[in-house]
């Protein structure tokens, strides 16, 4: 019998996947990137080559712009975060599997990773139409700074989840250590992020403080200061954001939150339709709950609110003068979306392997899955050939 030859432990299919990944980004950035149609990019590297940037953009962009004199390798820059994406995606699915047991080859976590970069609202002619108006799940494509938040956000929470397992029994340093690197990079690319997973984060450190009646507190403390030190640079960026001149600001509206749900009567529909997937899994877990272990329980519940406190976000939270209309605090909602696809796919598997769903089920789960995609591809090859910006 042969021995499949692997690369970096991938095998073929991974490093071609990986290759057709970058290759398609390739093309699409270059549109994006040389103006050919609209997109955020070219504000974001204009703004940072003259020294005005307030995210990661600042340091990369001039860095990449000085490689050529010229915005092609940016585009090599930007593509080359799409497939380190898929890679630390397939790292974050493959440790949260370990987590509850399972174990999956890193290669096949590659393709299903690369799909995920595709996942879309699904559309209903006359009744839902549009693949990116209207959706709280459609991955994001002309904007750089959610490329980036994608990416280390991914690495965030894979440190995370394996931190958080036995962090009340003990932290290890190094783990610490790449967990606030980690951060302090997604802080740098958007606020989005933590905005969303803080939160969510302190809720977890409360309940295991109030449970553990106190034991916890050293780990608890130490866990939760790294992120308050990660989010230093958020000041900087509020400042840069939001000089106080009266240009823009941040409020808390309960009228933007209204007109959030309420303009269209078909929200619950909406959000049905970007949710599919993840809450037919969900629907299937909450009947076999109490057959699946705590950590399971606790991951998902943890997802879920992360998800869910990054609609309130971008319901309540918004924007005044000129960044009124940008939307600016509705990017957590793809990210949030995008592994909680992800983490739903995991659990599926691991319950047709415990035998707790039958195959009609697993069968049903994957096909709204590749619906999810196949949608998601059409758009993103509309986008390439120039029919699309990024909203119809």
Same mark, same amino acid.
């Given at each position: 019998?042969?021995?499949?030859?692997?690369?970096?432990?991938?095998?073929?299919?991974?490093?071609?996947?990986?290759?057709?990944?970058?290759?398609? !980004?390739?093309?699409?950035?270059?549109?994006?990137?040389? =103006?050919?149609? *609209?997109?955020?990019?070219?504000?974001?590297?204009?703004?940072?080559? &003259?020294?005005?940037? %307030? $995210?990661?953009?600042?340091?990369?962009?001039?860095?990449?712009?000085?490689?050529?004199?010229?915005?092609?390798?940016?585009?090599?820059?930007?593509? $080359?975060?799409?497939?380190?994406?898929?890679?630390? *995606?397939?790292?974050?699915?493959?440790?949260?599997?370990?987590?509850?047991?399972?174990?999956?080859?890193?290669?096949?976590?590659?393709?299903? !990773?690369? #799909?995920?970069?595709?996942?879309?609202?699904?559309?209903?002619?006359?009744? $839902?139409?549009?693949?990116?108006?209207?959706?709280? #799940?459609?991955?994001?494509? +002309?904007?750089?700074? %959610?490329?980036?938040?994608?990416?280390?956000?991914?690495?965030?929470?894979?440190?995370?989840?394996?931190?958080?397992?036995?962090?009340?029994?003990?932290?290890?340093?190094?783990?610490?250590?790449?967990?606030?690197?980690?951060?302090?990079?997604?802080?740098?690319?958007?606020?989005?992020?933590?905005?969303?997973?803080?939160?969510?984060?302190?809720?977890?450190?409360? %309940?295991?403080?109030?449970?553990?009646?106190?034991?916890?507190?050293?780990?608890?403390?130490?866990?939760?200061?790294?992120?308050?030190?990660?989010?230093?640079?958020?000041?900087? =960026? %509020?400042?840069?954001?939001?000089?106080?001149?009266?240009?823009? !600001?941040?409020?808390? !509206?309960?009228? +933007?939150?209204?007109?959030?749900?309420?303009?269209?009567?078909?929200?619950?529909?909406?959000?049905?339709?970007?949710?599919?997937?993840?809450?037919?899994?969900?629907?299937?877990?909450?009947?076999?709950?109490?057959?699946?272990?705590?950590?399971?329980?606790?991951?998902?519940?943890?997802?879920?609110?992360?998800?869910?406190? $990054?609609?309130?976000?971008?319901?309540?939270?918004?924007?005044?003068?000129?960044?009124?209309?940008?939307?600016?605090?509705?990017?957590?909602? &793809?990210?949030?979306?995008?592994?909680?696809?992800?983490?739903?796919?995991?659990?599926?598997?691991?319950?047709?392997?415990?035998?707790?769903?039958?195959?009609?089920?697993?069968?049903?789960?994957?096909?709204?899955?590749?619906?999810?995609?196949?949608?998601?591809?059409?758009?993103?090859?509309?986008?390439?050939?120039?029919?699309?910006?990024?909203?119809?």
């Amino acid at each position: 019998m042969k021995m499949k030859k692997k690369l970096f432990g991938l095998d073929t299919k991974a490093i071609i996947c990986l290759l057709l990944i970058f290759a398609a !980004s390739f093309v699409l950035f270059y549109r994006y990137i040389f =103006q050919l149609q *609209t997109s955020d990019f070219i504000a974001h590297i204009e703004r940072s080559l &003259a020294g005005r940037g %307030y $995210s990661i953009n600042l340091i990369l962009f001039p860095l990449f712009y000085k490689l050529g004199n010229s915005y092609l390798p940016i585009v090599f820059l930007m593509s $080359s975060l799409i497939a380190l994406t898929v890679i630390s *995606t397939a790292w974050f699915l493959k440790k949260i599997a370990q987590l509850i047991g399972e174990d999956y080859d890193l290669s096949s976590l590659i393709l299903f !990773s690369a #799909s995920l970069l595709f996942i879309c609202k699904l559309c209903i002619p006359e009744w $839902s139409p549009y693949f990116y108006k209207t959706s709280l #799940s459609t991955q994001p494509w +002309h904007n750089s700074t %959610y490329i980036e938040m994608r990416l280390f956000g991914t690495l965030t929470l894979m440190m995370y989840f394996i931190i958080r397992k036995d962090y009340l029994k003990k932290i290890e340093w190094k783990k610490l250590l790449l967990f606030f690197v980690f951060l302090f990079l997604t802080n740098m690319s958007k606020p989005n992020f933590v905005l969303c997973f803080a939160p969510i984060m302190l809720l977890v450190l409360i %309940y295991d403080f109030i449970a553990s009646r106190g034991k916890s507190f050293k780990n608890a403390f130490c866990f939760g200061f790294v992120v308050l030190i990660a989010c230093i640079i958020l000041l900087f =960026q %509020y400042k840069a954001m939001y000089p106080g001149d009266g240009s823009s !600001s941040i409020v808390i !509206s309960l009228e +933007h939150a209204i007109a959030y749900v309420f303009s269209d009567k078909k929200f619950p529909l909406y959000y049905l339709l970007n949710f599919c997937f993840p809450l037919y899994v969900t629907f299937l877990f909450f009947k076999n709950r109490k057959k699946m272990s705590v950590f399971e329980n606790k991951m998902m519940l943890e997802i879920w609110m992360m998800n869910l406190f $990054s609609l309130l976000v971008s319901m309540f939270v918004t924007e005044t003068g000129k960044r009124a209309n940008d939307g600016n605090y509705e990017w957590a909602n &793809a990210y949030f979306a995008y592994v909680l696809f992800g983490a739903a796919m995991i659990i599926l598997k691991k319950m047709k392997k415990d035998g707790l769903i039958s195959e009609r089920e697993y069968v049903s789960a994957q096909n709204i899955y590749v619906l999810h995609v196949v949608l998601g591809i059409f758009y993103f090859l509309l986008l390439v050939m120039g029919y699309l910006s990024w909203v119809i």
